[in-house]
Structure formats: structure tokens, C-alpha cells
């Protein structure tokens, strides 16, 4: 899949991988996670549980000069969602959950916590604000 297909519009790419590096969104991973144990959702003020829609991503080629090795978790809802990085988002990996925090723009993902901390991004340094706004989880 060509990078190029993409629509300018935020989205959030979210690479997880185990302490070994290996990448947990892909089938053939010992222990990966298969999409029907992944649940991304934002609560309202009462609680109330409304889930975002994600997919997963293939690994893909940007041009000829950079290649994203890992699939990714993939969701414009949630960053359409963001409004502010005061609002907290929530993902489910099967029994642990963790929540995100995102600042976007008009076209990216400027910065994502996890926990509150800092998530880095997979591709560091990258001119491209697609390639940018793609981060990652290690657990």
C-alpha cells in the first residue's frame, strides 16, 4: 500500500510492539493482539462508554526512500475526537488499558501521551506529517 493514498485530514497511527520489538498487531507475533480484543473508546461525563472506530493498518512503503516495517493501529475518529489534549481516550490491549491523550492540528497528530507520558514516534525526524503522527506503544 502506497502512503500516498492517504487523506490529509489527522490521523492516529500507533505501532505496539512487546520488550523484544517485535511487532503485537501482527499475526504471526506470539501473543499478538488480534483486532477483536482491541477496544479504543472515549467515556462522557457520566461514564458512559462510546467506542471509536480503528482499523489495522498493513506495513507500508512511503515513497522510495521510507518504509513503515510495523502494522499500526489506525483511527481518524480519534483524532477528529481530540479537541484538546486534556481530553482522555481510552485503549483496551486485552485485560490492560491504557489512556491517550492527543494534540492534533488540521493535519496531524502533533503529540500523544500514554499514561501521561510521552509516546515516541516510530519514525523520528520525519519531514512527512502522515509518517509524524505515527507512535509507539511498547509494553
Do not use: H, W
Not at 31 to 58: C, M
Not at 86 to 106: I, Q
Amino acid at each position: 500500500m502506497c502512503a500516498c493514498s492517504f487523506a490529509p485530514e489527522p490521523v492516529l497511527g500507533l505501532v505496539i510492539k512487546n520488550s523484544a520489538g517485535l511487532d503485537l498487531l501482527n499475526t504471526k507475533t506470539a501473543g499478538y493482539f488480534d483486532k477483536s480484543k482491541i477496544q479504543l473508546y472515549v467515556k462522557d461525563a457520566n461514564n458512559a462508554v462510546t467506542a471509536i472506530r480503528f482499523d489495522i493498518r498493513e506495513p507500508f512503503n512511503y515513497g522510495s526512500m521510507q518504509k513503515m516495517e510495523y502494522y499500526q493501529l489506525s483511527s481518524y475518529e480519534i483524532a477528529i475526537k481530540a479537541k484538546s489534549i486534556e481530553n482522555t481516550f481510552y485503549l483496551k490491549l486485552g485485560d490492560k488499558v491504557y489512556e491517550l491523550n492527543l494534540k492534533t492540528n488540521n493535519k496531524a497528530v502533533e503529540k500523544l501521551l500514554i499514561d501521561k507520558t510521552d509516546a515516541p514516534r516510530e519514525l523520528a525526524d520525519n519531514k512527512e506529517q502522515y509518517l509524524n503522527s505515527i507512535y509507539t506503544l511498547k509494553i
